[in-house]
């Protein structure tokens, strides 16, 4: 498997707390993400994340496919008292970008 770190960024906020990086991974790009700590208990994101996929895709929604991966494969990314990342292939199309649904809700576009 050939991986390159393109970029890697770690936020503290609510809207993007987990750790996270951008890669190559043999010639595709993809989003790995860690999970959050708190009060010394750490979270499950990663499984709920392909937990929630794979229920969208189950209900015929269409759902960003998240997967599991080994923790040891990405020493970047901050991963807390578990074993895996979550990962899923670039889902944003050339030219867009993304924009969290509070920032969306609260946009002049939306509100007009």
Known sequence: MDIRLISKQDTVTSRGMLS???????????MVKGNSIENGIS?????CEVIASRIGKLL?????????????????????????LSICKDFIPKGCRSMSMYKFITSKTFNE
């Open 60 to 84: 015929g929604f269409d759902c960003i496919p998240y997967t599991i991966i080994s923790k040891e494969k990405f020493p970047e990314i901050k991963v807390y008292n578990i074993n895996h």
């Open 20 to 30: 996270k990086g951008w890669y190559f991974i043999d010639n595709e790009i993809c």
């Open 43 to 47: 979270g499950y994101e990663p499984y």
